[in-house]
Nanobody, 122 residues
């Protein structure tokens, strides 16, 4: 029904930067929340950042001053600019969007990308 295609993950040295992007496709009527989650080895999945339809953003405390989330509603994309990366940022990062489908435009559904690996070397 909905596919989320992620890009931008990879290897980077501590202090470096990466930009993750996620593009939605499918039978989409509207997109409400967009966000990024991550799961590091031995840890639970956590919210990294989200941006709701009004443009308001929320960040996990450890990334608040380093990461920036943005969205382009026309392109149905969300991006995460990650600066000053630390080894503890190493994780699989997942794109998430809350979507209303054309067939059921009043119902919100959660969709996930396949995940992209971010590895920060010390």
């Amino acid at each position: 029904q909905v596919q989320l295609a992620e890009s931008g993950g990879g290897l980077v040295q501590a202090g470096g930067s990466l930009k993750l992007s996620c593009a939605a496709s499918g039978n989409i009527f509207s997109i409400n929340d967009m966000g990024w989650y991550r799961q590091a080895p031995g840890k639970q999945r956590e919210l990294v950042a989200r941006i709701i339809s009004s443009g308001r953003t929320d960040y996990e405390d450890s990334v608040k001053d380093r990461f920036t989330i943005s969205r382009d509603n026309a392109k149905m994309t969300v991006a995460l600019q990650m600066n000053s990366l630390k080894p503890e940022d190493t994780a699989v990062y997942y794109c998430n969007m809350i979507v209303a489908l054309v067939t059921t435009p009043t119902i919100n559904r959660s969709f996930w990308g396949q995940g992209t690996q971010v590895t920060v070397s010390s």
